[in-house]
């Protein structure tokens, strides 16, 4: 496993913007699809974007479609997701993981090695 390191949420008004940031420690880091989780109280924890080693290709659920956006820094060792037009039901502690295994981008099981989460607020 690798330790992941989230940090950039804050609170912020309705229509605001956050960049958060996921930096890995060790040397793997480039040989992995990256992905960014969230969960609101009281509810699951849900897929929000992924992407894939080198970047290439980025996945995200579709209720954040058009407004977040999963970039990553292989030489830096760190993943990004810039998150605009921001809405109060995006409100949740956001993590970032890596995926260890192929099949569905949201599945969770599919993915290690979780960050201790960074606490996103929207307010209305």
């Known amino acids: 496993q690798v330790q992941l390191v989230e940090s950039g949420g804050d609170l912020v008004q309705a229509g605001g913007s956050l960049r958060l940031s996921c930096t890995a420690s060790g040397r793997t880091f480039q040989g992995y699809a990256m992905g960014w989780f969230r969960q609101a109280p009281g509810k699951e924890r849900e897929f929000v974007a992924a992407i894939t080693q080198s970047g290439g290709g980025t996945y995200y659920t579709d209720s954040v479609q058009g407004r977040f956006t999963i970039s990553r820094d292989n030489a830096k060792n760190t993943v990004y997701l810039q998150m605009n037009s921001l809405k109060p039901e995006d409100t949740a502690v956001y993590y970032c993981?890596?995926?260890?295994?192929?099949?569905?981008?949201?599945?969770?099981?599919?993915?290690?090695?979780w960050g201790q989460g960074t606490q996103v607020t929207v307010s209305s």
């Open positions: 993981a890596r995926r260890i295994a192929g099949g569905l981008w949201h599945d969770d099981k599919k993915y290690d090695s």
